[in-house]
Protein backbone atom coordinates (compact mmCIF):
# COMPACT_ATOMS: atom_id res chain seq x y z
CA UNK A 1 0.00 0.00 0.00
CA UNK A 2 1.24 3.04 -0.73
CA UNK A 3 0.67 6.57 0.83
CA UNK A 4 1.80 9.72 -0.95
CA UNK A 5 2.71 12.43 2.21
CA UNK A 6 3.58 15.91 1.33
CA UNK A 7 7.42 17.00 0.95
CA UNK A 8 8.54 14.19 -0.69
CA UNK A 9 8.22 11.46 2.36
CA UNK A 10 6.48 8.48 1.19
CA UNK A 11 4.67 5.37 3.58
CA UNK A 12 4.95 2.16 3.00
CA UNK A 13 2.93 0.34 5.92
CA UNK A 14 3.21 -3.44 6.51
CA UNK A 15 6.46 -3.87 4.87
CA UNK A 16 8.31 -7.18 5.87
CA UNK A 17 11.79 -5.66 5.71
CA UNK A 18 14.97 -6.19 8.28
CA UNK A 19 16.37 -3.20 8.97
CA UNK A 20 19.59 -4.21 8.57
CA UNK A 21 18.90 -4.04 4.92
CA UNK A 22 19.63 -1.02 3.59
CA UNK A 23 21.34 1.35 0.78
CA UNK A 24 24.69 1.54 0.70
CA UNK A 25 26.13 4.71 -0.65
CA UNK A 26 26.84 4.44 -4.25
CA UNK A 27 27.56 0.67 -4.54
CA UNK A 28 24.89 -0.34 -6.66
CA UNK A 29 24.53 -0.98 -10.28
CA UNK A 30 22.77 2.14 -11.55
CA UNK A 31 19.13 1.77 -12.61
CA UNK A 32 19.36 -1.69 -13.68
CA UNK A 33 15.82 -2.63 -14.88
CA UNK A 34 15.58 -5.84 -13.26
CA UNK A 35 15.38 -6.19 -9.44
CA UNK A 36 18.67 -8.86 -9.93
CA UNK A 37 20.22 -5.33 -11.53
CA UNK A 38 19.59 -3.36 -8.30
CA UNK A 39 22.46 -2.43 -6.12
CA UNK A 40 22.62 -1.35 -2.90
CA UNK A 41 21.31 -4.05 -0.46
CA UNK A 42 23.57 -4.54 2.87
CA UNK A 43 23.15 -7.98 4.31
CA UNK A 44 22.29 -7.97 8.07
CA UNK A 45 21.32 -10.74 10.09
CA UNK A 46 21.15 -11.57 13.79
CA UNK A 47 24.88 -12.38 13.80
CA UNK A 48 26.15 -10.21 11.34
CA UNK A 49 26.80 -6.84 11.43
CA UNK A 50 25.12 -5.22 8.19
CA UNK A 51 28.40 -3.34 7.25
CA UNK A 52 30.46 -6.52 7.72
CA UNK A 53 28.14 -8.83 5.15
CA UNK A 54 28.75 -6.02 2.51
CA UNK A 55 31.48 -7.66 0.45
CA UNK A 56 29.94 -7.92 -2.85
CA UNK A 57 28.65 -11.24 -2.29
CA UNK A 58 25.06 -12.98 -1.63
CA UNK A 59 25.04 -13.32 2.29
CA UNK A 60 22.33 -16.04 3.84
CA UNK A 61 20.42 -14.84 6.90
CA UNK A 62 20.44 -16.90 9.68
CA UNK A 63 16.61 -18.47 9.21
CA UNK A 64 17.91 -19.86 4.97
CA UNK A 65 18.56 -18.98 2.09
CA UNK A 66 14.80 -17.79 1.84
CA UNK A 67 16.22 -14.66 3.69
CA UNK A 68 19.27 -14.29 1.82
CA UNK A 69 20.13 -10.60 1.29
CA UNK A 70 21.99 -9.66 -2.05
CA UNK A 71 24.53 -7.43 -0.94
CA UNK A 72 26.40 -4.48 -3.89
CA UNK A 73 29.75 -4.55 -4.12
CA UNK A 74 31.97 -2.59 -1.85
CA UNK A 75 34.94 -2.59 -0.23
CA UNK A 76 34.89 -4.32 3.58
CA UNK A 77 36.46 -1.17 4.98
CA UNK A 78 34.03 1.41 3.62
CA UNK A 79 31.30 -0.76 4.33
CA UNK A 80 32.61 -0.77 8.34
CA UNK A 81 33.04 2.95 8.21
CA UNK A 82 29.36 3.30 6.76
CA UNK A 83 28.09 0.92 9.64
CA UNK A 84 29.41 3.25 12.43
CA UNK A 85 27.69 6.11 10.81
CA UNK A 86 24.51 3.79 10.62
CA UNK A 87 24.67 2.90 14.00
CA UNK A 88 25.74 6.72 15.26
CA UNK A 89 22.98 8.11 13.19
CA UNK A 90 19.96 5.75 14.59
CA UNK A 91 21.04 6.29 18.25
CA UNK A 92 20.98 10.30 17.31
CA UNK A 93 17.65 9.58 15.82
CA UNK A 94 16.06 8.08 18.39
CA UNK A 95 13.99 9.31 21.60
CA UNK A 96 16.30 9.56 24.39
CA UNK A 97 14.45 6.67 26.10
CA UNK A 98 15.28 3.89 23.51
CA UNK A 99 18.55 5.77 22.25
CA UNK A 100 20.25 3.60 24.92
CA UNK A 101 18.75 0.02 23.93
CA UNK A 102 18.65 0.76 20.26
CA UNK A 103 22.57 -0.29 19.53
CA UNK A 104 21.76 -3.41 20.79
CA UNK A 105 18.71 -4.94 19.13
CA UNK A 106 19.00 -6.75 16.36
CA UNK A 107 18.17 -6.11 12.85
CA UNK A 108 16.70 -8.83 12.52
CA UNK A 109 13.87 -9.00 15.30
CA UNK A 110 12.48 -6.47 13.46
CA UNK A 111 11.55 -8.61 10.81
CA UNK A 112 7.42 -8.48 10.28
CA UNK A 113 7.28 -5.24 11.88
CA UNK A 114 4.66 -2.90 10.36
CA UNK A 115 7.17 -0.14 8.98
CA UNK A 116 7.48 3.85 7.39
CA UNK A 117 9.89 3.86 4.48
CA UNK A 118 10.75 7.94 3.68
CA UNK A 119 13.00 9.82 1.55
CA UNK A 120 14.06 13.29 1.68
CA UNK A 121 14.96 15.60 -1.24
CA UNK A 122 18.01 15.57 1.14
CA UNK A 123 19.31 12.26 0.86
CA UNK A 124 17.87 10.73 3.81
CA UNK A 125 16.32 7.45 3.76
CA UNK A 126 14.61 6.12 6.78
CA UNK A 127 12.32 3.49 8.14
CA UNK A 128 10.18 4.59 10.50
CA UNK A 129 7.73 2.63 13.58
CA UNK A 130 4.53 4.55 13.64
CA UNK A 131 2.58 4.22 17.28
CA UNK A 132 0.58 6.67 19.15
CA UNK A 133 2.55 8.74 20.64
CA UNK A 134 4.62 9.41 17.93
CA UNK A 135 7.02 7.90 15.76
CA UNK A 136 10.04 5.91 16.12
CA UNK A 137 13.29 6.09 13.42
CA UNK A 138 14.20 2.49 13.35
CA UNK A 139 16.86 2.74 10.48
CA UNK A 140 18.68 5.76 8.51
CA UNK A 141 20.58 6.44 6.00
CA UNK A 142 22.48 8.73 4.19
CA UNK A 143 22.68 8.05 0.14
CA UNK A 144 25.31 9.30 -1.53
CA UNK A 145 28.05 11.30 1.09
CA UNK A 146 28.09 13.89 3.75
CA UNK A 147 29.78 15.97 1.03
CA UNK A 148 27.81 15.08 -1.82
CA UNK A 149 24.74 13.26 -1.07
CA UNK A 150 22.20 12.16 -3.43
CA UNK A 151 18.46 13.97 -3.58
CA UNK A 152 16.09 11.49 -3.85
CA UNK A 153 13.52 12.45 -6.46
CA UNK A 154 10.94 10.05 -6.63
CA UNK A 155 8.71 8.50 -4.47
CA UNK A 156 9.45 4.66 -3.44
CA UNK A 157 8.04 1.82 -5.09
CA UNK A 158 7.34 -1.68 -3.71
CA UNK A 159 7.45 -4.48 -6.14
CA UNK A 160 7.24 -8.48 -4.72
CA UNK A 161 8.58 -7.58 -1.56
CA UNK A 162 11.09 -4.77 -2.51
CA UNK A 163 11.44 -1.31 -1.68
CA UNK A 164 13.11 0.94 -4.57
CA UNK A 165 14.37 4.29 -3.89
CA UNK A 166 15.35 6.85 -7.02
CA UNK A 167 18.18 9.36 -6.26
CA UNK A 168 19.78 11.23 -8.64
CA UNK A 169 22.37 8.34 -8.96
CA UNK A 170 21.54 5.09 -8.62
CA UNK A 171 18.69 3.25 -8.05
CA UNK A 172 18.35 1.21 -4.95
CA UNK A 173 16.67 -2.38 -4.32
CA UNK A 174 15.97 -2.81 -0.99
CA UNK A 175 14.82 -6.59 -0.33
CA UNK A 176 15.39 -10.19 -0.35
CA UNK A 177 17.24 -11.45 -3.92
CA UNK A 178 14.97 -14.24 -3.87
CA UNK A 179 11.31 -12.09 -4.93
CA UNK A 180 8.30 -12.87 -3.52
CA UNK A 181 5.17 -13.63 -5.74
CA UNK A 182 2.94 -10.58 -6.15
CA UNK A 183 -0.35 -12.03 -4.42
CA UNK A 184 -2.29 -9.74 -6.67
CA UNK A 185 -4.50 -11.96 -9.56
CA UNK A 186 -2.23 -12.46 -12.95
CA UNK A 187 -2.92 -9.95 -15.70
CA UNK A 188 -4.97 -10.81 -18.38
CA UNK A 189 -2.51 -12.06 -21.40
CA UNK A 190 -4.70 -13.65 -23.93
CA UNK A 191 -3.17 -17.34 -23.01
CA UNK A 192 -5.17 -18.35 -20.29
CA UNK A 193 -8.26 -19.46 -21.77
CA UNK A 194 -11.49 -19.20 -19.98
CA UNK A 195 -15.28 -20.94 -20.15
CA UNK A 196 -16.60 -18.76 -18.09
CA UNK A 197 -19.55 -16.03 -19.19
CA UNK A 198 -17.66 -12.82 -20.69
CA UNK A 199 -18.17 -9.91 -18.63
CA UNK A 200 -15.57 -7.50 -21.02
CA UNK A 201 -14.78 -6.41 -24.36
CA UNK A 202 -11.49 -5.54 -25.22
CA UNK A 203 -11.47 -3.53 -28.65
CA UNK A 204 -7.72 -3.33 -30.32
CA UNK A 205 -5.96 -1.41 -31.31
CA UNK A 206 -7.68 -0.04 -28.31
CA UNK A 207 -6.08 3.87 -28.95
CA UNK A 208 -5.23 5.69 -32.41
CA UNK A 209 -4.03 8.93 -33.90
CA UNK A 210 -5.04 8.35 -37.85
CA UNK A 211 -5.49 10.74 -40.93
CA UNK A 212 -8.53 11.05 -43.47
CA UNK A 213 -9.42 7.70 -45.60
CA UNK A 214 -7.10 5.80 -42.94
CA UNK A 215 -8.19 2.01 -42.83
CA UNK A 216 -7.82 -0.04 -39.88
CA UNK A 217 -8.81 -3.67 -38.35
CA UNK A 218 -10.37 -3.94 -35.07
CA UNK A 219 -10.85 -6.70 -33.43
CA UNK A 220 -12.94 -7.89 -29.83
CA UNK A 221 -11.75 -10.00 -27.36
CA UNK A 222 -14.08 -11.48 -24.26
CA UNK A 223 -12.72 -11.60 -20.82
CA UNK A 224 -14.17 -13.25 -17.90
CA UNK A 225 -14.76 -11.75 -14.49
CA UNK A 226 -11.30 -12.30 -13.66
CA UNK A 227 -9.73 -11.36 -16.45
CA UNK A 228 -9.31 -14.69 -17.97
CA UNK A 229 -9.38 -14.64 -21.99
CA UNK A 230 -12.40 -16.50 -23.23
CA UNK A 231 -12.02 -15.79 -27.18
CA UNK A 232 -11.74 -13.33 -29.81
CA UNK A 233 -15.30 -12.59 -31.37
CA UNK A 234 -15.79 -12.74 -34.64
CA UNK A 235 -19.88 -11.79 -34.48
CA UNK A 236 -19.82 -8.89 -32.83
CA UNK A 237 -21.99 -5.80 -33.53
CA UNK A 238 -19.82 -2.38 -35.11
CA UNK A 239 -20.52 0.71 -34.73
CA UNK A 240 -19.23 4.39 -34.69
CA UNK A 241 -19.83 7.18 -31.69
CA UNK A 242 -19.02 10.76 -33.09
CA UNK A 243 -16.70 9.71 -36.13
CA UNK A 244 -17.38 9.88 -39.56
CA UNK A 245 -16.70 7.03 -41.88
CA UNK A 246 -17.73 3.42 -41.93
CA UNK A 247 -17.23 -0.29 -39.66
CA UNK A 248 -18.23 -3.23 -40.95
CA UNK A 249 -17.12 -6.24 -39.06
CA UNK A 250 -14.51 -4.29 -37.60
CA UNK A 251 -12.55 -2.92 -40.60
CA UNK A 252 -12.99 0.77 -40.25
CA UNK A 253 -12.03 3.23 -42.91
CA UNK A 254 -11.87 7.09 -42.09
CA UNK A 255 -13.88 9.56 -43.85
CA UNK A 256 -11.86 11.71 -46.16
CA UNK A 257 -12.84 14.77 -44.54
CA UNK A 258 -10.88 17.89 -43.91
CA UNK A 259 -11.79 17.83 -40.55
CA UNK A 260 -10.95 16.78 -36.99
CA UNK A 261 -12.40 14.20 -35.61
CA UNK A 262 -12.83 12.21 -32.30
CA UNK A 263 -14.65 9.53 -31.52
CA UNK A 264 -15.39 5.32 -30.59
CA UNK A 265 -15.51 2.48 -32.74
CA UNK A 266 -17.47 0.28 -30.57
CA UNK A 267 -18.18 -3.25 -30.31
CA UNK A 268 -21.01 -5.02 -28.64
CA UNK A 269 -21.22 -8.66 -28.53
CA UNK A 270 -24.46 -9.12 -26.70
CA UNK A 271 -25.33 -7.07 -23.75
CA UNK A 272 -21.80 -6.04 -23.06
CA UNK A 273 -19.54 -3.82 -25.33
CA UNK A 274 -16.34 -2.18 -25.30
CA UNK A 275 -14.58 0.87 -27.64
CA UNK A 276 -11.39 1.94 -29.14
CA UNK A 277 -10.67 5.75 -28.61
CA UNK A 278 -9.69 7.39 -32.58
CA UNK A 279 -8.50 11.07 -33.28
CA UNK A 280 -8.35 12.17 -36.94
CA UNK A 281 -6.25 14.59 -38.04
CA UNK A 282 -6.50 16.14 -41.72
CA UNK A 283 -3.04 17.52 -42.87
CA UNK A 284 -1.53 20.95 -42.19
CA UNK A 285 -2.89 24.17 -42.20
CA UNK A 286 -5.32 24.38 -39.88
CA UNK A 287 -7.33 26.87 -38.54
CA UNK A 288 -10.16 27.06 -35.49
CA UNK A 289 -11.73 30.13 -34.35
CA UNK A 290 -14.90 28.40 -32.09
CA UNK A 291 -17.35 29.74 -33.74
CA UNK A 292 -19.16 26.30 -34.83
CA UNK A 293 -18.28 24.95 -31.41
CA UNK A 294 -21.38 24.36 -28.89
CA UNK A 295 -21.06 26.61 -25.50
CA UNK A 296 -19.56 24.52 -22.46
CA UNK A 297 -18.15 22.12 -25.00
CA UNK A 298 -14.46 21.08 -25.32
CA UNK A 299 -12.98 19.89 -28.60
CA UNK A 300 -13.30 16.25 -29.09
CA UNK A 301 -9.75 15.97 -30.52
CA UNK A 302 -8.35 17.96 -27.71
CA UNK A 303 -6.08 15.99 -25.10
CA UNK A 304 -6.13 16.95 -21.38
CA UNK A 305 -8.73 20.25 -21.89
CA UNK A 306 -11.75 18.67 -20.31
CA UNK A 307 -12.79 20.34 -16.73
CA UNK A 308 -10.07 22.96 -17.82
CA UNK A 309 -11.00 24.73 -20.95
CA UNK A 310 -14.57 25.29 -22.27
CA UNK A 311 -15.89 27.51 -25.31
CA UNK A 312 -18.00 30.27 -24.31
CA UNK A 313 -19.98 33.02 -26.20
CA UNK A 314 -17.74 36.39 -25.91
CA UNK A 315 -19.00 39.48 -27.67
CA UNK A 316 -20.47 37.66 -30.54
CA UNK A 317 -17.72 35.41 -30.73
CA UNK A 318 -16.96 32.22 -29.26
CA UNK A 319 -13.97 32.00 -27.32
CA UNK A 320 -12.43 29.01 -25.62
CA UNK A 321 -11.89 29.46 -22.04
CA UNK A 322 -9.53 28.65 -19.87
CA UNK A 323 -11.38 28.36 -16.53
CA UNK A 324 -10.87 28.99 -12.92
CA UNK A 325 -13.74 26.82 -11.79
CA UNK A 326 -13.14 23.69 -9.63
CA UNK A 327 -9.62 21.90 -8.20
CA UNK A 328 -7.02 24.46 -7.86
CA UNK A 329 -5.21 21.38 -9.02
CA UNK A 330 -6.71 22.38 -12.61
CA UNK A 331 -5.53 26.18 -12.86
CA UNK A 332 -2.34 25.42 -14.83
CA UNK A 333 -3.13 23.11 -17.96
CA UNK A 334 -1.15 22.12 -21.12
CA UNK A 335 -4.19 20.92 -23.85
CA UNK A 336 -3.32 19.52 -26.97
CA UNK A 337 -4.21 18.91 -30.10
CA UNK A 338 -2.30 17.06 -32.76
CA UNK A 339 -0.04 14.01 -33.29
CA UNK A 340 2.87 14.12 -30.97
CA UNK A 341 5.46 13.14 -34.04
CA UNK A 342 4.73 16.50 -36.11
CA UNK A 343 8.16 18.86 -36.30
CA UNK A 344 8.69 22.24 -38.11
CA UNK A 345 5.63 24.21 -37.79
CA UNK A 346 4.02 26.88 -36.38
CA UNK A 347 1.07 27.52 -33.85
CA UNK A 348 -0.84 31.02 -33.61
CA UNK A 349 -3.41 32.12 -31.46
CA UNK A 350 -5.00 35.24 -30.15
CA UNK A 351 -5.05 35.91 -26.59
CA UNK A 352 -6.78 38.13 -23.35
CA UNK A 353 -5.84 37.80 -19.89
CA UNK A 354 -8.12 39.25 -17.17
CA UNK A 355 -7.58 40.57 -14.19
CA UNK A 356 -9.36 39.36 -10.80
CA UNK A 357 -8.11 40.98 -7.18
CA UNK A 358 -4.80 42.13 -9.23
CA UNK A 359 -3.97 39.11 -10.30
CA UNK A 360 -3.71 38.19 -13.75
CA UNK A 361 -2.82 34.49 -15.43
CA UNK A 362 -0.28 33.24 -17.52
CA UNK A 363 -0.71 31.72 -21.07
CA UNK A 364 0.59 30.71 -24.71
CA UNK A 365 0.68 28.55 -27.29
CA UNK A 366 3.11 25.17 -27.65
CA UNK A 367 4.87 24.14 -30.95
CA UNK A 368 7.28 20.89 -30.96
CA UNK A 369 7.45 20.62 -26.79
CA UNK A 370 8.65 24.81 -26.46
CA UNK A 371 5.83 26.68 -25.01
CA UNK A 372 5.80 30.68 -26.19
CA UNK A 373 4.66 31.86 -22.27
CA UNK A 374 3.27 35.35 -21.38
CA UNK A 375 3.56 35.57 -17.23
CA UNK A 376 0.79 37.84 -16.27
CA UNK A 377 1.76 38.96 -12.29
CA UNK A 378 5.56 38.96 -13.94
CA UNK A 379 4.88 40.77 -16.91
CA UNK A 380 7.15 38.96 -19.06
CA UNK A 381 7.58 36.97 -22.21
CA UNK A 382 8.90 33.08 -22.04
CA UNK A 383 10.54 30.97 -24.76
CA UNK A 384 10.75 27.79 -22.83
CA UNK A 385 11.98 24.19 -24.39
CA UNK A 386 10.75 23.15 -20.92
CA UNK A 387 9.43 25.10 -17.88
CA UNK A 388 11.30 23.73 -14.75
CA UNK A 389 14.65 24.29 -16.66
CA UNK A 390 15.08 27.55 -15.85
CA UNK A 391 18.46 27.60 -17.46
CA UNK A 392 16.95 27.15 -21.24
CA UNK A 393 14.87 29.00 -20.92
CA UNK A 394 14.29 32.82 -22.65
CA UNK A 395 13.20 35.63 -20.78
CA UNK A 396 12.34 38.97 -22.45
CA UNK A 397 10.21 41.41 -20.12
CA UNK A 398 6.48 42.52 -21.82
CA UNK A 399 4.43 44.67 -21.02
CA UNK A 400 0.81 42.51 -21.23
CA UNK A 401 -2.30 44.54 -20.94
CA UNK A 402 -5.42 42.52 -19.60
CA UNK A 403 -8.76 43.03 -21.02
CA UNK A 404 -6.52 42.99 -24.48
CA UNK A 405 -6.42 40.89 -27.21
CA UNK A 406 -3.11 39.70 -28.52
CA UNK A 407 -1.28 37.33 -31.44
CA UNK A 408 0.87 35.11 -30.15
CA UNK A 409 3.01 33.27 -32.80
CA UNK A 410 5.45 30.29 -32.60
CA UNK A 411 7.52 28.74 -35.06
CA UNK A 412 9.97 25.73 -34.59
CA UNK A 413 12.40 24.70 -37.07
CA UNK A 414 14.78 21.37 -36.78
CA UNK A 415 17.97 22.93 -38.39
CA UNK A 416 20.45 20.70 -40.23
CA UNK A 417 23.16 20.63 -37.51
CA UNK A 418 21.10 18.93 -35.23
CA UNK A 419 20.16 21.90 -33.18
CA UNK A 420 16.24 23.54 -33.10
CA UNK A 421 15.47 26.81 -33.29
CA UNK A 422 12.66 28.17 -31.53
CA UNK A 423 11.45 31.98 -31.51
CA UNK A 424 8.23 33.60 -31.30
CA UNK A 425 6.16 36.91 -31.50
CA UNK A 426 3.81 38.85 -29.48
CA UNK A 427 1.70 41.80 -30.96
CA UNK A 428 -1.64 43.68 -30.43
CA UNK A 429 -4.11 42.13 -32.74
CA UNK A 430 -4.70 45.81 -33.33
CA UNK A 431 -1.55 46.43 -34.75
CA UNK A 432 -0.01 44.88 -37.83
CA UNK A 433 2.55 42.02 -36.81
CA UNK A 434 6.08 42.89 -36.46
CA UNK A 435 8.68 41.85 -38.60
CA UNK A 436 11.35 40.95 -35.89
CA UNK A 437 11.08 38.13 -33.63
CA UNK A 438 10.51 39.36 -29.97
CA UNK A 439 11.96 36.19 -28.46
CA UNK A 440 14.11 33.14 -30.27
CA UNK A 441 16.66 30.46 -28.66
CA UNK A 442 18.92 27.68 -30.89
CA UNK A 443 18.50 25.24 -28.36
CA UNK A 444 21.10 22.36 -28.56
CA UNK A 445 19.65 20.13 -26.35
CA UNK A 446 16.47 20.13 -29.04
CA UNK A 447 12.65 18.66 -28.59
CA UNK A 448 12.49 17.65 -32.75
CA UNK A 449 9.00 16.92 -32.13
CA UNK A 450 5.82 17.35 -30.70
CA UNK A 451 2.04 17.77 -30.57
CA UNK A 452 0.58 21.27 -31.00
CA UNK A 453 -1.11 23.18 -28.31
CA UNK A 454 -1.69 26.06 -25.68
CA UNK A 455 -1.03 26.69 -22.00
CA UNK A 456 -3.39 28.33 -19.54
CA UNK A 457 -2.17 28.98 -15.82
CA UNK A 458 -5.72 30.73 -14.73
CA UNK A 459 -5.44 32.80 -11.36
CA UNK A 460 -8.18 34.37 -13.30
CA UNK A 461 -9.48 33.58 -16.46
CA UNK A 462 -7.93 33.37 -19.93
CA UNK A 463 -9.59 33.52 -23.56
CA UNK A 464 -8.42 31.56 -26.91
CA UNK A 465 -9.28 32.06 -30.21
CA UNK A 466 -8.43 31.81 -33.80
CA UNK A 467 -5.87 29.05 -33.76
CA UNK A 468 -3.91 28.53 -36.50
CA UNK A 469 -1.03 25.37 -37.28
CA UNK A 470 0.67 25.48 -40.37
CA UNK A 471 3.84 24.23 -41.83
CA UNK A 472 6.77 26.59 -41.62
CA UNK A 473 7.13 29.70 -44.11
CA1 LIG B 1 -14.10 32.81 -32.33
Same mark, same amino acid.
Given at each position: MLMMAPAFCLTICGATMRTGQRPQPRAGTRTGGSAEACGGIAGGTSSDAPGDAAEGAIRAGNDGPASRAWVASSSLSSAVMRRRRWRASRRQCLPPAQAASAPQQSPAKKVSRIARYSGSSRARSSGQKPSATGVQILDQDQLGTEAKPEAIIASPAISNGRVFVVSDSALYCIGKKTAQNSSHP??????????????????????????????????????????????????????? *????????????????? *?????????????????????????????????????????????????????????????????????????????????????????? %?????????????????????????????? *??????????? %??????????????????????????????????????????????????????????NRQGAPGIFGGALSELYFDNLKVYRNN
Open positions: QSAVGTNVSSNPATFVQVVPTELLLKPGDKVNFRARLFDAQGNFIREETNASWSL *DQLKGTVENGHFTAANV *DAAQGGLVKATVGDISGTASVRIFPPLPWSENFDGMAVNSVPSTWVNATLKFVVREMNGTKVLVKTTEGSSLLSRARAYFGPSDWSNYTV %EADINATQRRRQQGDGGVIAQRYSLTLFGN *DQKLHLEPWQP %ETERTVVVPFTWKPDTWYRMKLEVQNLPNGTTRARGKVWPVSETEPTAWTIERVDPIP
